[in-house]
């Protein structure tokens, strides 16, 4: 069971990235997706969650309306697509996978398998 994360970059403010994250090992469909962001000397901060059932994508407030997130069962692919950056924005962008269903998408915790994760720099 593999995640792996790419599309990070460097890229002025108030521009855009479309992060991927690529399954194998197991079947898309079957498991909840988060994507989580990590700053130097900050604690793992939840970005987005994306169900199995394909519901609508949650976010944390501080992305609310510059991300959107979206899924491609056929690919096995999770995709996050990072609209007017901020500096804030910086991290390294993990995706995690749940089989079991997430209630408190937010904690990292419930994540059993996570991708290495892809650098965002956002910067002038």
């Known amino acids: 069971v593999q995640l792996q994360a790419s599309g990070g970059g460097l890229v002025q403010p108030g521009g855009s990235l479309r992060l991927s994250c690529a399954v194998s090992g197991f079947s898309l469909a079957d498991y909840d997706i988060a994507w989580f962001r990590q700053a130097p000397g900050k604690k793992r901060e939840g970005v987005s969650y994306i169900s199995s059932s394909g519901g609508r994508p949650l976010f944390a407030d501080s992305v609310a309306g510059r991300f959107t997130a979206s899924r491609d069962n056929a690919k096995n692919t999770v995709y996050l697509q990072l609209n007017s950056l901020e500096p804030e924005d910086s991290g390294i962008y993990y995706c995690?996978?749940?089989?079991?269903?997430?209630?408190?998408?937010?904690?990292?915790?419930?994540?059993?398998?996570w991708g290495q994760g892809t650098l965002v720099t956002v910067s002038s």
């Open positions: 995690a996978s749940s089989r079991a269903r997430v209630v408190l998408w937010y904690l990292p915790r419930h994540y059993a398998t």
